[in-house]
């Protein structure tokens, strides 16, 4: 069975920086696009930014510049380095692994940055 474990949430300074991990297993990560997605209060979840098996990365127009999103295969682990965390980037951070059609996702991760 498919798990992702997110961890690195909490609670930040706007300005601040945060970096979440999403940990894989059952899957085959190497080749696996994986992404992270979020959901704050009251709004649909919403893409942030996914990588291919090949480090093809894209990201949502909204954090362009200040979130980096990196994986390392050794560790079956997905990142996601936010930086300058601005208040409306408060929601729960969710990894993702998109396979033959069915989305994975894991626990979530929630991520605060006060104003």
């Known amino acids: 069975q498919v798990q992702l474990v997110e961890s690195g949430g909490g609670l930040v300074q706007a300005g601040g920086s945060l970096r979440l991990s999403c940990a894989a297993s059952?899957?085959?990560?190497?080749?696996?696009?994986m992404g992270w997605y979020r959901q704050a209060p009251g709004k649909q979840r919403e893409l942030v930014a996914t990588?291919?098996?090949?480090?093809?990365?894209n990201y949502a127009d909204s954090v362009k510049g200040r979130f980096t999103i990196f994986r390392d295969n050794s560790k079956s682990t997905v990142y996601l380095q936010m930086n300058s965390l601005q208040f409306e980037d408060t929601a729960v951070y969710y990894c993702?692994?998109?396979?033959?059609?069915?989305?994975?996702w894991g626990q979530g991760t929630q991520v605060t940055v006060s104003s």
């Open positions: 993702n692994y998109y396979h033959w059609g069915v989305n994975y």
């Open positions: 059952k899957i085959i990560f190497a080749t696996a696009v």
């Open positions: 990588i291919t098996g090949s480090d093809v990365t």
